[in-house]
């Protein structure tokens, strides 16, 4: 859950308030006595939901917190930086053959790991130690880790440099106006991202095609095996065409 997404279900709950608020006001100019209860057990109902809806919020705003503060403090000292990048890079000999020993991917399909944000980075592990996101060989793997050696693994590929590919230069100006427009809010203007929100500047364009048709497969109930969700990108990836995407990519695996 990121920020963005926490402030997406307040929205959320504001409308909920009003429409319980109309509950309750339908409840008192209804006379009849059937109609009098059929309000209060919607009452009763919806007070059940938002609260637990309520706990779910909080929960993961706290997690989001705890994982921006373990990463900042993991990093407070130059020295304590150090330690976290020398024992992530012990941990990451099992990622070396995907990822790269510097984090720029080895294979079609494996994303970049370099100069990504080390909260993204911290969250997407935890999402495949339990399951939340799937792939046979990144759960198998994510679940042996401490807490401490996801963290370390995150700091040591933030610190990495992403290596840019060029790409057809035509569908890169055509990706540029529609990055600016669609995405950059989130990932920012030049593609480097921000807390939770992935970098995509440098990205491998093979692993954005897939994972932008992903969500908007999803996004339309296409999708045979869901292996990842986002509430906030499958609606945005739902008005994308396949040239949209192929330009994005192309636009993105190179910018700097
Ligand atoms: C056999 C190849 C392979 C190995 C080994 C491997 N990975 Fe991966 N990793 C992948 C693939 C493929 C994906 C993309 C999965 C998808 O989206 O379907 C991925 C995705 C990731 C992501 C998400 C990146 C993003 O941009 O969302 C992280 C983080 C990651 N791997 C970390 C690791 C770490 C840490 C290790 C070592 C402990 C590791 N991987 C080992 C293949 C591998
Ligand atoms: C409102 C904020 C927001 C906007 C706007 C947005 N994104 Fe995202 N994007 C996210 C978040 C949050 C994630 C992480 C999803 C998750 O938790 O797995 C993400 C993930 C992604 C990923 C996966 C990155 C990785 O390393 O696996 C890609 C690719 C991506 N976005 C591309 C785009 C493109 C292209 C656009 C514009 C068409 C866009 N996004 C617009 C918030 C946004």
Redesign the pocket.
């Known amino acids: 859950m990121?920020i963005?997404?926490t402030k997406d279900y307040r929205d959320k709950n504001e409308i909920s308030l009003q429409l319980f608020a109309f509950l309750v006001r339908s409840s008192d100019s209804c006379h009849i006595i059937r109609c009098k209860m059929l309000m209060l057990s919607s009452q009763l109902i919806f007070v059940t939901l938002f609260f637990f809806a309520s706990l779910t919020i909080q929960a993961k705003e706290v997690e989001l917190t705890r994982m921006i503060s373990d990463i900042e403090k993991q990093q407070s000292t130059p020295g304590r930086k150090q330690n976290a990048i020398a024992m992530g890079k012990e941990r990451a000999v099992l990622c070396n053959q995907c990822h790269g020993v510097d984090g720029n991917s080895r294979k079609k399909g494996v994303?970049n790991l370099a100069e990504?944000n080390p909260v993204?980075l911290l969250?997407?592990i935890e999402?495949f130690a339990d399951g939340r996101?799937k792939n046979y060989v990144m759960n198998a793997l994510s679940k042996n880790f401490t807490r401490d050696d996801k963290e370390n693994l995150a700091i040591f590929y933030a610190s990495m440099k992403v290596n840019v590919t060029k790409t057809n230069t035509r569908l890169a100006k055509k990706g540029q106006p529609?990055?600016k427009a669609?995405?950059g809010?989130?990932?920012g203007e030049k593609g480097a991202g921000q807390a939770?929100?992935?970098?995509?500047a440098g990205?491998q364009i093979h692993?954005?095609e897939t994972?932008?048709r992903q969500?908007r497969d999803n996004s339309k109930n296409k999708s045979k095996v869901i292996k990842?969700?986002?509430v906030?990108?499958e609606p945005?990836?739902n008005g994308?065409s396949d040239d949209?995407i192929k330009s994005?990519a192309a636009y993105?695996a190179q910018l700097k």
């Open positions: 990121t963005q997404e994303p990504q993204y969250d997407q999402k996101r529609i990055y669609l995405c809010s989130c990932h939770n929100y992935a970098r995509l990205q692993y954005i994972t932008l969500f990842r969700r986002s906030i990108m945005i990836a994308l949209d994005l993105l």
